[in-house]
């Protein structure tokens, strides 16, 4: 599905500074039983974020006012576990156009590229300033410019590249998928497909 | 130049190389459940696009479905529908559908090598983490999101990026009581949750090469709690030997000109990795978990490491213990078991329910235990009454429930409740994966079977006697 471009994203933060975030943590596997994508936002962490009674937990950040935007800083190894696209959807749905990280688990990453999601990997060191500056000034602004590959606290001009490939790039800055790209060479893979012994 | 089995098989399937970016990188089979497939067809249909060759694909009904009375209608509407749709679109799509009931029927990585949609030198993927387990025939098995999976059904292809390689050698032999699980949790323990994150491992070494078929999938199927893509294993006698004969592999001459190629996937002797670790066979004993993710797993008989000992951060540390409430220091053995869970495509296999059975024979069930025993297939519940293991449960107080992923992922209504303590041959340990609140240990199926007729934590090889050694 083609989804919207990303070029420079400005936003204040939602810190949230637990290791090895699991993807059944973000969308919990009793609410995957929808068969379309939307509307996964609103059981983003549904277990961190609602007690059994489905009141909201006072103490989760989602349900703090203080913090909003469209960037979610996590801790390192965020997106572990299951392969379950709909951990993306949800923090696309619920309104994060980025993830920051120290360390992304692949199949996470790989799904949000796939979706507009950019994941954004910082050293640790600057993830640690990411989370001092946002807890200090809750109405602090990151910057994060696809473009030119950099993410910056816009309160101090810190600042860090981030790595991502150049065909990923392309495709989030212009809002292009892979089936398009992969529909172009049908041709090229059906004369591959031939020589396949099995 | 000096290749890696890995490399072998990853570098016959690029179509094309993307300068800067990923491969364009064919799959030869495919296999799709009710899950992570209704959006994808979704995105096909929007598209107008088509499936290009749907004899590669294969459907089972699996995470969501009931594991008792199947023949009944599945009462949850929203689980009704997600099987409802799978059926429909491999209809519409002309996609062979192993659905609910079907004799094929269960866990898609059980399914797939039972049938032998699963070979060496293949690639395959599905839209869950623990295709991985397909590698222990040497394939190159891995778990893709959503969108892949329409890229799949539409272009029997994925994008991504050449993996770096790392190998992981097991020496020697391993002890009384300690299976490839306890391997597998081994090795997790020591390279962590992220330890093997943008790799794929090949598991290596005279453990791995002694393993059966059914115990290399049981350790590749948990490469995934490290990390890693995906994990695989050369193929060997053992390897060929399991797939003959199965109704999806090359029969006649496509066998024999198969099996010219099989022999050639092996690691040559020079090949690099960008990685590797070495460990001693005989120093793993029966693992189990005590916090919230597969790498916080010990040998049974220690004692839960304090935060200092860990890697990672305390606070993080602490959540996860609080959640199972242990403490620092603290003997596993001897802490209460609510439930005992056997299944899953990690341990959910006849050779699994051997050890199980072998354990709990002339005993009896806990009375505090709820057991729920969910074989992973049709099949693997055909050679468990064939075999007379389901008298020998029976007699010991359990139930066979029918094949499902049940507890593992806790869609069904098998879950476990809050607060409830529950040894799992399953795969994960996170928080309110099987059922909100509810607390994990991983472990082997001998040692579940410990729990089970103890109502304890149990080191399985105090009630091992000789004889029954070898069953395990
Ligand atoms: S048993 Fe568990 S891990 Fe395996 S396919 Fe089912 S849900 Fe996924």
């Given amino acids: 599905m083609a989804y919207d471009k990303f070029t420079i994203l400005t936003s204040t933060a939602v810190p949230l500074p637990i290791e090895n975030v699991d993807t059944d943590q973000i969308i919990p596997a009793r609410f995957l039983k929808a068969t379309k994508r939307e509307g996964f936002g609103d059981n983003l962490f549904r277990d961190w974020r609602y007690n059994s009674d489905n009141t909201p937990k006072a103490d989760f950040v989602l349900n703090d006012p203080t913090y909003k935007g469209k960037i979610l800083v996590g801790g390192k190894n965020f997106g572990s576990g299951s392969s379950r696209e709909h951990a993306a959807w949800a923090v696309y749905d619920y309104g994060f156009r980025a993830v920051v990280s120290s360390f992304f688990a692949d199949i996470f990453k790989g799904n949000c590229l796939n979706i507009g999601v950019l994941p954004v990997q910082v050293s640790p060191e600057f993830l640690q300033k990411i989370f001092d500056a946002v807890y200090a000034d809750p109405n602090t602004e990151l910057e994060i410019n696809l473009p030119e590959q950099t993410i910056t606290l816009l309160a101090t001009g810190e600042k860090e590249s981030f790595d991502i490939n150049s065909y990923k790039k392309d495709n989030m800055q212009n809002g292009f998928d892979d089936i398009d790209y992969l529909q172009n060479i049908k041709g090229e893979i059906q004369e591959f497909a031939t020589q396949r012994p099995f | 130049m000096s290749k890696t089995l890995f490399d072998k098989v990853w570098d016959s399937h690029v179509v094309r190389k993307i300068e800067g970016g990923p491969d364009v990188f064919f799959i030869d089979r495919h296999l799709i459940h009710e899950v992570t497939s209704p959006v994808a067809f979704l995105g096909l249909k929007s598209r107008g696009l088509s499936v290009l060759y749907p004899e590669r694909t294969f459907a089972t009904a699996d995470h969501n479905t009931p594991t008792i009375n199947q023949h009944l209608p599945v009462a949850d509407p929203l689980s009704a529908n997600q099987l409802k749709q799978l059926e429909e679109n491999a209809n519409e799509f002309g996609i062979r559908h192993w659905g609910l009931g079907h004799q094929k029927n269960g ?366």
């Fill in chain 2, 107 to 472: 866990i898609v990585h059980v399914v797939g090598p039972e049938n032998g949609i699963t070979l060496p030198g293949a690639t395959i993927v599905c839209g869950d983490s623990h295709t991985s387990t397909h590698g222990a025939f040497g394939a190159i098995a891995f778990g893709i999101g959503t969108s892949e999976v329409e890229m799949v059904l539409t272009s029997q292809c994925i994008m991504q990026p050449k993996p770096k390689k790392m190998r992981i050698n097991i020496t020697g032999s391993l002890g009384k009581g300690v299976t490839p699980k306890d391997v597998a949790l081994f090795i997790i323990s020591k390279l962590t949750t992220s330890g093997a994150t943008g790799y794929f491992v090949e598991y290596a070494g005279e453990v791995f090469e002694k393993m059966s078929m059914e115990g290399r999938m049981t350790v590749c199927n948990l490469s995934i709690e490290m990390g890693a893509r995906g994990g695989m294993i050369a193929p060997d006698e053992t390897t060929f030997n399991y797939i003959a004969g199965r109704e999806f592999t090359p029969k006649g001459e496509a066998w024999d000109k198969a099996m010219e190629y099989w022999k050639t996937l092996k690691t040559d002797a020079d090949a690099v990795f960008d990685m590797e670790y070495t460990f001693d066979g005989s120093s793993i004993e029966p693992m189990i978990t005590y916090g919230t993710n597969p790498g916080m797993g010990m040998g049974i008989s220690k004692a839960i490491p304090t935060a200092e000992e860990v890697e990672g951060g305390k606070a993080t540390y602490e959540k996860s213990l609080g959640y199972m409430g242990f403490h620092e220091g603290e003997a596993m053995i001897g802490k209460p078991v609510d439930y005992v869970f056997v299944g899953s495509c990690t341990n959910g296999r006849i050779e699994d329910f051997r050890a199980f059975a072998s354990l709990v024979k002339g005993r009896k069930k806990a009375d505090n235990v709820v057991a729920w025993l969910v074989p992973g297939s049709h099949i693997v519940e055909a050679q468990i009454k064939e075999e007379g293991i389901l008298d020998i449960l029976t007699e010991a107080g359990f139930e066979l429930r029918q094949p499902g992923c049940s507890a593992c992922l806790a869609m069904n209504d098998d879950k476990v409740p809050a607060g409830k303590y529950a040894v799992s041959t399953s795969n994960r340990n996170f928080e309110g994966r099987q059922g909100p609140g509810a607390r994990t240990m991983l472990a082997s199926p001998l040692v579940a079977a410990a729990a089970a007729v103890t109502g304890v934590v149990t080191d399985p090889r105090t009630l091992i006697e000789e004889e029954t050694l070898e069953l395990a």
